[in-house]
Each structure stands twice: as structure tokens, then as C-alpha cells.
């Protein structure tokens, strides 16, 4: 037996997973998480360090060669499969895994698997944390940043520089079509903040990082690693006007009879769900895993009387903890005039000091309080009470003033603080969407 089918079939025992969400693909997702943590298969951040991919949601063609490049990125042999709904998770998994450990099969053979139900299927590819307080953010973020930004882009930065930045004038620097190793395009150089010569590189974040929402991309351009520009792209459209997390809002909004006590169970459940993303970006994996595994018991339906005591260790330990607060303090401080003349709405307007910390604890302290009233009999009115991320209008959903105060936000941070400036404010890229379509005229 070969090297080669050695490691295979190691990997297939436990492989490690690269989850991909698309838009749209929230519930899919939802359940790929706890499939991963009941089986004990480990996650990947990035493609080099997976053995299967899993594309959870809908296709979006826009998306398209972004998905590809990171299948590129992956090292052979390898497994590429896709859960289009939640109940195709598990069956996709185990056929993953079978072709992982299959014999036979050479690197960079290519075939198609079985599908699953007409839709999760075996996509072309070659056959074949412990408890304490949360690490070093930024160093997290520079270590990783790199692989990043190289193969979880949108479109490739040569193209989007010159497009958008012919030659940035800089006649003397010009680089054609000139790339580095990667897809990067060749840096120019530019005056920093404190008046030196700095290289300047043009680089997206998004659409597929970790713990990142699904879809959302922004164009920075980097001195060192400070941003000293940010755009946001477009929101691809996956499944349009179906956001997972303002579904009752939705729902309440069309007239239909949604209980007071779902809203807040699926509110509180958005808020953990957040909540285990910001925490995973500054360094916290056992809290975000906590967090996740509170969100998912919500999910289930749990009693308010078994979760609670667990919600209230939890919004004490992360509250509390000094380190993660000395670790988030003063980034992305956003007062609360500053938000309402955005028209944010939510618990980031109401989070006191507006920075990091101050919106996670605003989240601890509303999960308790939904946790609180999850056996409330009376009926949701969507525009009293507030979806996950604010008042809910189909026209202007709360997530796009979010995500429009991020360019503003993350000029001036660096790389690492931007991860957690985003997770504070965690816009959902699906709210986006119906936003677009609601202009369109539907």
C-alpha cells in the first residue's frame, strides 16, 4: 500500500471539514455544525488544511470562482460535496467520507459522486480546543490572514485594481497585468497615516472566510496592516426573501399568527450564533462552541427551564472575562447618534459605548432576557418587538445599515480588528438580499 492511500484512509477515519455557506444556505449550515460536533470531525479554517469540502445551501453562480478557487486550494486527495437543505447534511457527509477512503483513485482524477435526493451530491474532485481564556486576536488573524486573503476572494484582485484603480497615479509604478504568486495583485506605494512610504495592496475579504457571514465580500486596501479604504460589494443573491433568522418577523409581517415566545427563541438563538462567531475570530474556541451548542438546544426546542441556567454561566463567564475585554476594548466604537443617523436599529444601538464589547455584552444580555420569555403565549408584533439584528422592513432590512457603516468603521483598524469589528455587528448578507429584491420591485 502506497503512501498516498495510507494518509487517505487516515483521513477518511476523521476528516477534516471545510464548510462553505452559501447564501441562503443558513439552515443548512445550522446543521452541518452539529453534525460535525456529534461526529467529532474537526473543522478547517482554511482550504489547506481540509480533507473535504462541504458547500452548504443553494447554488449561486456568482459565486461561482471564488468556490472554485478555494476546491483548488485544498490538497490532494480530497472530497468536494454539497447539502442544498438540511436534511441532506448527514447522508452527504457519510458519502463524502466513503469517497475519501475509496482505493483507486489518483490525484487529480476527477468524476462525479452520487446524488443525494437530486441535490446533495459528490462534486467533481480527486477520488479517493481546550477550556480557558481566549488567545492572542491579533496574531490569530496575521497568521491566517495571509491563506485568506489569497484563497477566499471574490473575483481576482488584478482585475478589480485595474478596473477600479488604473494605475492609482502612479505612472512610475504601473503593473499591467502583472500578479504576484496567489492572485495578488503587485503593491504600489503610498503615504501611511504617520507620513512614511508604505506599499499599499488592494485585497478582498470575503466571500468564504471563517466565521464570516456567507457572501458578504469587502474590498480593502491594506498599508502594512492598517485599512486605509473599505468597500462593500454587492450581496450575491442565493435564496431570495427568505432569511433564515427574520422568519417569524416575516411571517408576522404578512398577517400570519407568530407567537411572542418563538420570536424570542429564535432571537436569542440568532444572538448565540453571533455571538460563537465573534468569539471564534478573537480567539475563544471553547466559549464559541458553548455558544453554539446553546444555540442548537434552542434550536431543538429545548425548555426554557433546562437552558436557562446554562445561558446565565455563560453570559457571566464571557461577560466578565477581563481578557477578552482587554483583548476587543475601543474597537470599532460606534456612538449611539452615530448609529441612529445610519438607521441602525437593534442591539447595536442600544449597546452603551459602542464598541466591541459593548455590542457582546448587549447580546449576552438579550439572550437571557429572550430565554426569559420563550413560554410568552402572546402575538409578535413585528413592529414593536425587534428582529436579531433590528426593527424588521422588508423595504430597508436592519442588517443593510449595518453592513453600510461598515467601510466607515473599519478605516484606520488593522486587519485583525477588522475580523472582530465585522463579527460585533454580524450583518446577514440574506437580509441583503431581500432588501435588493424589495427595490427591484420584487
Known sequence: MGLTAVLTRAA?????????????????RLAAEEQLRW?????????????????????????????????????RPCVRVRAVTADEVAPVLD?????????????????????MNGHGSAEPGSAGGPDGEPARAHRE???????????????????????GHPDHGHPGHGHGDMEMPGGLAMAEPGEDRDGLTLD????????????????????????????????????????????????????????????????????????????????????????????????????????????LPRVERFAR????????????????????ADARAADVTGPAVRAAGGDVPARYRQWLADVVVDVRRMNATARLDPVAQESPRGRWDAEHPPSAALATL???????????????VVASLDPDPDELAVGRLEAAGG
Not at 477518511?12 to 443548512?28: D, E
Not at 497568521?143 to 488584478?158: A, I, L, S
Not at 478605516?411 to 475580523?419: I, P, Q, W
Request: charged letters at 25%; hydrophobic letters at 40%.
Open 12 to 28: 477518511a477515519r476523521r476528516p477534516r471539514v471545510l464548510l462553505v455557506t452559501m447564501p441562503g444556505g443558513t439552515p443548512v
Open 39 to 75: 461526529r467529532d470531525w474537526p473543522s478547517a479554517s482554511t482550504p489547506a488544511g481540509a480533507d473535504l469540502m462541504l458547500v452548504a445551501g443553494p447554488d449561486c453562480s456568482r459565486l461561482g470562482p471564488a468556490l472554485d478557487r478555494l476546491w483548488q486550494d485544498m490538497p
Open 95 to 115: 458519502a463524502g467520507r466513503t469517497r475519501l477512503g475509496a482505493p483507486g483513485g489518483e490525484p487529480g482524477e476527477t468524476d462525479r459522486g452520487v446524488g
Open 141 to 163: 488573524e496575521h497568521t491566517e490572514g495571509e491563506h485568506d486573503v489569497r484563497g477566499v476572494t471574490g473575483d481576482e484582485e488584478g482585475e478589480h485594481d485595474h478596473a
Open 200 to 307: 499599499r495592496l488592494h485585497v478582498a475579504l470575503g466571500p468564504f472566510l471563517a466565521d464570516w457571514p456567507a457572501g458578504l465580500t469587502l474590498r480593502v486596501m491594506l498599508q502594512g496592516d492598517v485599512i486605509q479604504r473599505a468597500d462593500l460589494d454587492e450581496p450575491a443573491v442565493g435564496r431570495p426573501g427568505d432569511p433564515f433568522w427574520s422568519r417569524p418577523w416575516i411571517r408576522a409581517a404578512t398577517g400570519e399568527p407568530v407567537g411572542l415566545g418563538e420570536a424570542a427563541r429564535l432571537r436569542a438563538a440568532a444572538h448565540l450564533d453571533s455571538l460563537g462567531r465573534l468569539l471564534s475570530v478573537a480567539g475563544w474556541p471553547a466559549e464559541a462552541v458553548t455558544a453554539r451548542r446553546l444555540r442548537d438546544d434552542l434550536l431543538d426546542g429545548a425548555p426554557a427551564s433546562a437552558v
Open 317 to 336: 463567564r464571557v461577560g466578565r472575562s477581563r481578557t477578552l475585554y482587554w483583548l476587543t476594548r475601543g474597537i470599532g466604537p460606534l456612538s449611539a
Open 406 to 420: 461598515l467601510p466607515h468603521l473599519l478605516v484606520g483598524a488593522e486587519l485583525g480588528a477588522a475580523r472582530l
